[in-house]
């Protein structure tokens, strides 16, 4: 009765109440595909694909199209066999990563309810609460340190997330701003690939000297500069973390052996929950720190990584906010969220 009986593709579309700007993209709204995995005994589990042309390559009516090859690929087995369910959808890993993802997820979930263990518990039960940063896009200056002023002091953002990557010395301007304005907060600060090695350096050096208590400096520089990234961890005083660089655990493997990062950003829309699970290996064998990011998921998609990294307890960091900077007509996460905190 456990056997997969149809799985089902739907596009769900969200709204960003204001423009959401990072370097080299700006989102307005997103399309996500919410895949349900329906077993004969009428129990289903739910999972989200969304979908990024700029990391991975996806486009999202390729991405559609793929709902019968999926039943094709699956339906008849039985999800308590769910690694081999793995196994076949790793095939999607380099074209459709965030379809790999929704479905190994939504076939957990209906796991889950089929046998009633909640899903972080199946993939190891190390907790059952984490903390989240919330995420500064790019703006004027003076918008960005009321957002970071409003998350820490208001809403109670322990950690901040902060876009960077369109101009060094504005760059520079902003974070000892925000630095200033919200004493005691940590930042995570994420170039989006925004900068060059020399740029990268050069804004580790002065916020720094500035006193800015960044932890993790997010893929600075372009994702195939394995070199460079390398060259700004040699010269950073703050930890370098692979974010675009990193989509599946072939390429966190070369980015830990060439000696490229201290922490890698594992988001399960670049490598699904198995490639991610390996990852997880891969880090602790290497003393490698992880945190775990998102796309422009719904609470549905949130849902997933807060499952994966309660589950594991892997991450040092967890950004997993996009939910929260959204419109969204009906909260579907199962998981209890209050500020920062995230409770299972």
């Known amino acids: 009765m456990s056997k997969i009986k149809k799985v089902a593709f739907e596009l769900k579309e969200y709204e960003f109440p204001e423009p959401f700007k990072i370097t080299g993209a700006i989102h307005t709204k997103a399309e996500n595909i919410e895949i349900t995995v329906e077993l004969e005994s009428g129990t289903k589990g739910m999972g989200e694909a969304s979908y990024s042309y700029r990391v991975n390559g996806e486009m999202i009516a390729s991405l559609l199209a793929m709902e019968n090859n999926v039943n094709d690929m699956i ?80 809403e109670g953002y322990e950690t901040l997330k902060i876009k960077v990557g369109l101009d060094l010395k504005e760059d520079i301007k902003k974070m000892i701003a925000i630095s200033e304005a919200t004493k005691g907060a940590s930042y995570i600060v994420d170039a989006n690939q925004g900068y060059s090695p020399k740029e990268a350096i050069q804004f580790a050096d002065a916020t720094y000297r500035n006193g800015v208590n960044i932890v993790v400096f997010e893929q600075p520089t372009m994702w195939n500069d394995l070199d460079g990234l390398r060259l ?86 967890h950004d997993l906010d996009s939910h929260i900077l959204m419109e969204e007509d009906e909260f579907r996460g199962k998981f209890k969220q209050s500020g920062q905190e995230i409770t299972l």
């Open 232 to 317: 700004i961890r040699q010269n950073s005083p703050f930890p370098i973390a692979a974010d675009e660089s990193a989509k599946s655990k072939y390429d966190a493997y070369e980015l830990i052996k060439e000696g490229c990062v201290d922490f890698i950003n594992i988001k399960l829309m670049k490598s699904g929950i198995s490639d991610a699970l390996a990852i997880v290996e891969l880090a602790k064998i290497t003393n490698t720190k992880l945190m775990i990011g998102c796309m422009s998921e719904s609470s549905v998609g949130i849902n997933q990584s807060v499952h994966f990294a309660a589950g594991t307890g892997a991450f040092t960091y």
């Open 75 to 154: 339906k008849g087995v039985d999800v308590k066999d769910y690694r081999k369910i793995f196994d076949i959808i790793d095939g999607f890993s380099r074209t459709a990563p965030s379809v790999k993802a929704g479905v190994q997820f939504a076939v957990l979930d209906a796991l889950s309810a089929e046998i009633g263990v909640p899903v972080y518990q199946i993939l190891g039960g190390s907790t059952n609460r984490i903390k989240t940063d919330k995420t500064v896009g790019i703006d004027e200056l003076e918008n960005m340190v009321e957002k970071a002023k409003k998350y820490y002091y208001t």
